[in-house]
């Protein structure tokens, strides 16, 4: 198996990208990636591993983040989260009392028929009303339980990937560095030997600063409330927590590299 097959396509001809291996006399092994060219003719040149996992290696170096600004990021995503807990529990415990309003009105309605004061019609009616509302409000009691966490959790993976994704390719597996280099972004396109990313939107946040910052080397003080650019710090952390909130960012997969800390 290959590290990076089926992961990429060709940027002139949209064709996947297929590898081959090749060996040396002396048995070293070489590994190449090309367009299959299965739509047709396609002049793009093949690209060695070696050369792809330096690109990749560049790009991680973009993003990453060290390890006063990640301790510092969590802490932030921490605080706002806990900021979130007294909403959290006024809409639960409104959500609550609506579904246990439906339930009483569902009782109300049985003893209605049970009495025949309404006729079998309108108490099916009624009640599958009642049950579809009970069935919308047990969902949203759910979703409001989970949500919370796992944006957070979500999040500090951001943090932590980035600051340790960079020393966890150089020195992981062939399985870890595929998926670190899935987790990079989409729409993966290999044209001119050049490897072309759609970062994830943290990530490309984190790219930009570090452009305009000289890569986050910065020291815990840079990052007190009312210093000269701790604004742009807060304003970075609140977007890439944002990203998470919104639950179609929640099924992004970000590998769990706590462990390297």
Not at 87 to 104: G, I, L, V, W
Not at 193 to 214: G, M
């Amino acid at each position: 198996a290959f590290n990076y097959t089926g992961l990429m396509v060709c940027g002139e001809c949209g064709a996947s990208i297929t590898a081959e291996e090749h060996r040396k006399k002396s048995g070293k092994r070489y590994v190449y990636y090309r367009c299959t060219k299965k739509p047709g003719p396609c002049q793009q040149p093949y690209i060695s591993q070696g050369s792809l996992e330096k690109q990749i290696q560049a790009t991680l170096s973009q993003i990453t983040i060290n390890d006063d600004f990640r301790q510092w990021g969590i802490e932030r995503l921490k605080k706002a989260h806990g900021d979130e807990i007294e909403t959290r529990t006024r809409m639960y415990q409104s959500q609550q009392a609506a579904y246990n309003a439906c339930q009483k009105q569902l009782d109300n309605l049985l003893g209605l028929r049970l009495r025949d004061l309404i006729s079998e019609e309108e108490y099916v009616q009624k009640r599958q009303e009642l049950q579809r509302e009970q069935a919308s409000l047990k969902l949203k009691l759910a979703d409001t339980e989970d949500r919370a966490a796992q944006w957070l959790e979500l999040a500090e993976r951001a943090f932590i990937f980035a600051n340790k994704a960079q020393k966890a390719f150089n020195e992981g597996s062939d399985e870890q560095r595929r998926e670190i280099f899935a987790a990079l972004g989409s729409n993966f396109a290999l044209k001119d030997r050049i490897v072309s990313i759609a970062l994830t939107k943290p990530f490309e946040l984190l790219q930009n600063a570090n452009a305009k910052d000289e890569r986050f080397q910065l020291t815990p003080a840079s990052f007190v409330s009312g210093g000269a650019r701790s604004g742009m710090f807060e304003l970075l952390v609140g977007q890439i927590g944002e990203f998470f909130r919104n639950e179609a960012n929640q099924a992004i997969h970000i590998p769990n590299l706590a462990r390297a800390l």
